[in-house]
């Protein structure tokens, strides 16, 4: 058994994913840094898109480091794994404040039916994160 978890840490240490993967005493993997938080972003897509057939709207969520506003894991709503892969190499190692250079790179990369959605859906994460990111720091100066 020990073997084991020795061999699925290791491969989860060399996934891309889990760069940082740390482990507690307890064997508990830690995918994300405790700076980090997590924001979804959500968007109505057209009616006609298979997303919306099978979630009722898009949806795209972000791991965001708050120590310097990197975007370090993102996942979104799709019918295709690879439509999902490709947005998440879009947005991993970018600011989630660059919404010009991001959207940017959406239109001229992403050429899916849902290109004006995700853009939505990133522009709703940010609003999000922004007040995300102000109640923490509220909490943290009445502390």
């Known amino acids: 058994m ?51 057939q ?10 965001v480091d708050t120590s310097n506003d990197k975007i370090v894991d993102a996942a979104c709503s799709s019918t295709v794994q690879l439509t999902s892969d490709f947005a998440r190499s879009i947005f991993i190692g970018h600011s989630i404040m660059a919404s010009e250079e991001i959207g940017e790179e959406i239109r001229f990369r992403y050429f899916g039916s849902s290109q004006k959605t995700l853009i939505a859906a990133f522009k709703d994460a940010q609003k999000k994160y922004k007040q995300a990111v102000s109640a923490r720091n509220k909490a943290t100066v009445t502390k």
């Not at 099978?54 to 791991?63: R, T």
């Open 2 to 52: 020990l073997t084991q978890l020795a061999i699925v840490r290791k491969s989860l240490s060399e996934h891309p994913v889990c760069r940082s993967v740390k482990h507690s005493k307890s064997g508990v993997i830690n995918l994300f840094d405790k700076d980090t938080i997590y924001i979804v972003g959500d968007a109505q897509s057209s009616s006609n898109n298979p997303i919306t």
């Open 54 to 63: 099978q979630f009722s709207a898009f949806f795209i969520g972000l791991v």
